[in-house]
């Protein structure tokens, strides 16, 4: 699986967009980012995921570089529920077997200022 | 619907005692996990689950059985607790691949 670089931390004003960095400089052709965050003592959330297309949901936008080699999320307007730490993940989307073990590294912490 | 449901959310036990936790998901997934995760660190998959009937191994094995005998539910055994087993306990489910849904978890603390 493809390695990620993230800064350890961030911080945010409340209303402000949340630019979160990802680097995946070594991605493979089949490989897909994939964004979890995880506020404190609660389970994992997954927040979006996408291959090269730029990505929205409800909850975030995703944009990859043309060369895929690294990603940003954005959360348009951060509220204080946002503090959190933001994991990014690169795994292929299905392989048909075994076991698709997340392995969520450091993150980054971002930190919502009111 | 109430997504991955674990139970107990906290528990305390004493070093030799036994306990079970409970997962439940209600979204029809194939793929079951449990991880644990010890403070400061990331996530650790401990066993999982391809379908009803099935288990396996994942990184950190030792100390812990599961059962899935149905499909909505995945089980965490302790058959003797140790105070290395001291841990927040996530379960989570997916269709397959890395989109997977996470519990709220279970705070066990083994004295």
């Known amino acids: 699986d493809a390695k990620t670089t993230q800064p350890p931390s961030m911080d945010c004003a409340e209303g402000r967009a949340a630019n979160l960095p990802c680097n995946h400089s070594t991605i493979s052709g089949n490989e897909y980012v994939y964004w979890y965050r995880q506020i404190h003592s609660q389970g994992p959330q997954y927040i979006i995921h996408?291959?090269?297309n730029n990505e929205t949901n409800e909850m975030a936008s995703l944009i990859i570089t043309e060369d895929r080699k690294s990603s940003t999320l954005i959360l348009p307007h951060a509220t204080l529920r946002d503090t959190a730490v933001y994991y990014c993940i690169v795994r292929p989307a299905y392989s048909g077997a075994g076991s698709y073990q997340l392995t969520f590294g450091k993150g980054t912490k971002l930190s919502v200022i009111p | 619907n109430a997504g991955v449901t674990q139970t107990p959310k906290f528990r305390v036990l004493k070093t030799g005692q036994s306990m079970t936790l409970l997962c439940a998901q209600d979204m029809n997934h194939e793929y079951m996990y449990w991880y644990r995760q010890d403070p400061g660190m990331g996530l650790r998959l401990i066993h999982y689950?391809?379908?009803?009937?099935?288990?396996a191994k994942g990184e950190v094995p030792d100390g812990y059985n599961v059962s899935r005998l149905k499909k909505q539910n995945f089980l965490l055994g302790l058959e003797s607790a140790a105070p290395s087993q001291t841990s927040v306990y996530f379960c989570a489910s997916s269709y397959g691949g890395p989109l997977q849904y996470f519990g709220a978890g279970t705070r066990l603390s083994v004295l």
């Open positions: 996408g291959l090269k």
């Open positions: 689950s391809v379908g009803e009937g099935t288990t």
